[in-house]
């Protein structure tokens, strides 16, 4: 890919680092976003933009694969990933990157990337299957989510909730208790993202349907689980996930946005 230069003008004179005292964390740099649909875009890009980030968004089918000189790369990629972009995501990544996967970058197109969900750790399998079967609940559905890491820079910086909710794991016991939480409206949930890894992750957020919400969902699709955000070290670098994202009322949202903006700029 091939600069115009005002860009390259615009990347050499970067914002000033700014270093929180909350750990080593700096505000701004930047940042590439690889997207295949363009309705959502406008808004995440504005609100990576207020963080002090300099942007740089492009298709996968017309980005030449180079991450030289980005801080973060920000992916949301509807169809399946092109190999050699998919090769160059987790090369980024494994070699100290940033990388930042958000909504539809882990839906069930992925199933024709298997090496994308094996760096991720998640399993996606087809509607159909009798375990597990890839489930989404939307497009204008509203439900919680909610702060597994009330701790963690990425869910707590600058970040005021406006309600709690009580949360159990099926599967750890660790996650069970009362936390803080946001609601997110007209949106949409997936279901049966299965962590593979779930030891090498730190879980970050969960979703929860209302009990109305459950009794309409099949058997083998749970109402809540801890897959709508997590932490992972990838390498030399890190990797977010973060589920929601799937309208532009999304990217408004002043919790998930800041959470954003929090994984964008959270130093280890």
């Keep these: 890919m091939k600069l115009p230069v005002t860009i390259l003008l615009c990347l050499l004179f970067l914002p000033v680092t700014v270093w929180a005292q909350q750990g080593v964390v700096k505000s701004?740099?930047?940042?590439?976003?690889?997207?295949?649909?363009?309705?959502?875009?406008?808004?995440?890009?504005?609100?990576?933009?207020?963080?002090?980030w300099v942007t740089i968004q492009i298709a996968q089918k017309d980005w030449d694969t180079s991450t030289s000189g980005f801080d973060a790369v920000v992916v949301y990629i509807h169809e399946p990933?092109?190999?050699?972009?998919?090769?160059?995501?987790?090369?980024y990544a494994e070699q100290g990157g940033r990388l930042l996967v958000v909504h539809h970058a882990l839906a069930s197109a992925k199933m024709k990337n298997p090496r994308w969900l094996k760096f991720l750790g998640v399993s996606i399998v087809p509607k159909s299957a009798p375990d597990y079967p890839w489930f989404v609940s939307g497009d204008n559905i509203t439900f919680t989510v909610v702060n597994l890491?009330?701790?963690?820079?990425?869910t707590s910086n600058g970040i005021k909730y406006d309600k709690k909710t009580a949360y159990r794991s099926l599967t750890r016991k660790e996650l069970n208790g009362e936390f803080s939480a946001f609601v997110l409206e007209r949106s949409e949930v997936f279901h049966n993202q299965r962590n593979t890894d779930a030891d090498t992750k730190i879980p970050l957020l969960a979703y929860q349907l209302d009990a109305a919400q459950a009794e309409k969902l099949p058997a083998n699709v749970p109402a809540f689980d801890e897959t709508a955000g997590w932490l992972k070290k990838t390498g030399k670098g890190w990797t977010v996930y973060l589920q929601p994202g799937h309208t532009s009322s999304d990217f408004r949202h002043p919790?998930?946005?800041?959470?954003?903006?929090?994984a964008l700029d959270w130093k280890e």
């Design 28 to 52: 701004g740099g930047n940042a590439l976003i690889i997207a295949d649909k363009a309705d959502e875009m406008p808004e995440l890009r504005k609100l990576i933009q207020s963080g002090g």
């Design 81 to 91: 990933i092109l190999e050699a972009v998919e090769k160059a995501l987790i090369d």
């Design 255 to 262: 919790v998930f946005g800041k959470i954003i903006l929090n």
């Design 149 to 154: 890491m009330p701790k963690h820079y990425i």
